[in-house]
Each structure stands twice: as structure tokens, then as C-alpha cells.
């Protein structure tokens, strides 16, 4: 089977500097991929490219599905006069003026992209009125609307509880289940490591990729993040 998005040899250059470099990697229908590294490494600048919202200076991404992308929550304007249904419906229109210009379909998608993240009774809710977990969700469904096969999460969990980490685990674990790739950036390193079906490991270039229990060697961690042999780090992977 085709992989949903093949990346090979991909470099990204910004300011004149390289910020990636030989970057290579599959997605396959299903799979949950924790994007992991270190501060700077270079995950949203990955994000961006595989997106198509900056160029790459080398290699070549190959796209064969449609992708649904999910910025960090702090790029959004909580504060616009909006409701949640609008947000949603963004992602066919550009402009909140073009709203009457929908369809019913269209209208039909918004509705049931709200209902898949649990949002579906508050659909006419100002986007001021929610919390931090019922913001991560909305963007999930102005991702899902489109019914993208691939999905991209740029630090889905920032700024949220315990609880709200927890359910959004289960919905992206359930989308998956259902064959959407995901490829979710974090610094939730032992929520990666449970919940993933593999890991990206990145520093500017990948370090390792593959399912948890194959990225297992201490050392690969203590370089990557640089971080000692007895750091919290690892006792929190059970690797110390």
C-alpha cells in the first residue's frame, strides 16, 4: 500500500541557516507518530514544510493523502468574534464573509467534525467562552472537516491538564484505529512513548525512528537531550 506521505532526504533552510537536514521517513495509513526531540530541533519547521507553508531547500515530499494540519493553540485569536461552527467552517472559506455561500454539505461536515471531538452541543458558542481542552478539540475538527487521511498536531497537549490530555490521547488514539495517519509533536515524552505507534526522534536531523520499544538504548536519549545517565529524564522512560 502507498504510504500516506513519504519524505526523503529533505533539508529546510531559514535565515540563511540550515534548520533541517536529510530528513527521511513513511506514513502509513493508522500509524501514531510522536514527533519528539529536544527544544529547537526543528519539529513545527517540519511540520510547516510537510505542509507546504515553507519551501525545502533539498529532497522531495510526496503527499498522497489530503492533510488536515492543527497549529499550536497560541497562533489562534480566541479573542474574534466568532463561534465555534464558524472556526470550523474556516477551513472551506478564507474569509468569515463567505460564510453564507456554503452548502448544506458543507454545514453537514462541520456538524459532524464537532460531534467526532465531543463539541457538537456547543457549535454556536463563542470562541472566548472555552477552556483550554475544548479549544484543542475545536481545532482537531476544523482539521477534521476536510476528512483529511493524514492529520499533523503541532504540540496538541500545551497548556493542558491531566484530564484533557487524557481524553484528547483517546481521540487521536480512536482516529487512528480508524486508519488516519497522525504525526503529533510533543513534549510529553512518556505519553509518546505509551500511546505511539512509532517515534520520530529529531534534532535538526532524525536521530531514530521506529516503534517505542526499538528506541530503548539510554544513550540515544542522553544525546539527543542531552541529559545524564541518572536524569529525570530516563527514570521517567524506566531507561535509568
Known sequence: MTPLLQVADVSVRLGGRNVLTGISFDVEAGQLIGLIGPNGAGKTTLMRAINGLIPTFNGTITRNAKIGYVPQSRQIEWDYPMSLEQLVATSFIPHRRWFSRLGKAEWQAVYRALDTVGL????ERALAELSGGQKQRLLVARALVTEPSLL????????LDYPNQDSLTDLFTSLANDGVGIIMSTHDLPGAV???????????????????????????WMDTYQVRADSSLLKSLGLA
Open 152 to 159: 499533523l498536531l503541532d504540540e496538541p497537549f500545551t497548556g
Open 194 to 220: 505509551d500511546t505511539s505507534s512509532h517515534l520520530l526522534m529529531l534534532n535538526r536531523t532524525v536521530r531514530a525512528f521506529g516503534p517505542p520499544a526499538a528506541l530503548c538504548d539510554p544513550q540515544l
Open 120 to 123: 457538537a452541543d456547543y457549535s
